[in-house]
């Protein structure tokens, strides 16, 4: 498939805090920044980047590939579309302040420590 062509280079399912906690995770792993075009649709923002779906997923592609992917999509009536790109050292979502991965990466990794201190 469109993984093993190199197509896709990370895919990430959004079950578990939805689109947006996809997007951080892949972020923290790459250790790269996104920045997210702003959504376009009734729904509130809430429902967008934190609705949970087994069955959607964010994939990764490098802007030669995204019309292939697209196309490979169409073809399996798969709906896709661009959320964003990735560069930089923080998330940035539409009409939010960006938030830089270092300090998302230690509320990540301090969490249960933090925690476990406590008790």
Known sequence: GLI????VNALHDCSDGGLIVAIAEMALAARTG?????VETALPAHAIW???DQARYVAAVAPENVEPVARAARDA???T???GRTGGDAIALPGE???PL???ARAHEAWLPDYM???
């Open 4 to 7: 093993r062509k190199g197509n």
């Open 117 to 119: 201190a406590t008790l």
């Open 77 to 79: 009536d798969i709906e």
């Open 50 to 52: 934190f609705g949970e």
């Open 102 to 104: 270092a300090q998302l």
């Open 81 to 83: 579309r661009v959320l």
């Open 97 to 99: 302040a960006p938030l």
């Open 34 to 38: 996104v920045i997210l075009e702003p």
